[in-house]
């Protein structure tokens, strides 16, 4: 089974900074890695799929960068929407998630 | 619009068993490939299992940790996807969210529906 690790499991940052999340892959996922976004009491949501292709909606603050077994999530500039948890998703081989990353007002 | 509706969740007893529906609209279920997800209380997100469509073959994949005791199915006639859960244990309490696979991840989720295992 592949698994994920995601760092750190919780990040304190204000608004208007740069924030950056990290996910390490057991082995190679190619680019077949996706981030959701989860809210307290709501379904995660997708914000990015293959590494780096933001869905429909999904504000440009957020970019995604990596390959093989390290990958990125970046908030460009930190709003007040964006306090949440997120996690990574390998989906190479069935699914498995990152422990996730809690956002939380520094 | 697309819509995933699970039911079925509540207070069952270790040991017992419990089957979770997720009723699909707005896209064509039997094309879809479909997985469950849960949430423990607190915790992280962690892949329950997935089905695929009749024309894939429909074969099932499930997670490690739920192997033996969670059987996914669907029935297309019904837009509906199910979980069955037998030998409910206390560590099963969660939120359980349907999901449809679309090219890899999960592109819509049902709003969850709670399981608590519990005496």
């Known amino acids: 089974d592949i698994q994920m690790t995601q760092s750190p499991s919780t990040l304190s940052a204000s608004l208007g900074d740069r924030v950056t999340i990290t996910c390490r892959a057991s082995q190679s996922i190619s680019n077949s890695l996706a981030w959701y976004q989860q809210k307290l009491g709501k379904a995660p949501k997708l914000l990015i799929r293959e590494t780096s292709s933001l869905e429909t909606g999904v504000p440009s603050r957020f970019s995604g960068s990596g390959s093989e077994t390290e990958f990125t999530l970046t908030i460009s500039s930190l709003q007040s929407d964006d306090f949440a948890t997120y996690y990574c998703?390998?989906?190479?081989?069935?699914?498995?998630f990152g422990q996730g990353t809690k956002v939380e007002i520094k | 619009e697309v819509q995933l509706v699970e039911s079925g969740g509540g207070l069952v007893k270790p040991g017992g068993s419990l089957r979770l529906s997720c009723a699909a609209s707005g896209f064509s279920f039997s094309g879809a490939w479909m997985s469950w997800v849960r949430q423990a209380p607190g915790k992280g997100l962690e892949w329950v299992g997935r089905i695929k469509s009749k024309s894939d073959g429909e074969t099932v994949d499930y997670g490690a940790p739920v192997k033996g005791r969670f059987t996914i199915s669907r029935d297309d006639s019904k837009n509906t996807l199910y979980l069955q859960i037998n030998s409910l244990k206390t560590e099963d309490t969660a939120v359980y969210y349907c999901?449809?696979?679309?090219?890899?991840?999960?592109?819509?989720w049902g709003q969850g529906t709670l399981v608590t295992v519990s005496s």
């Open positions: 998703q390998q989906y190479k081989s069935c699914w498995t």
């Open positions: 999901t449809r696979e679309f090219y890899g991840p999960g592109n819509y």
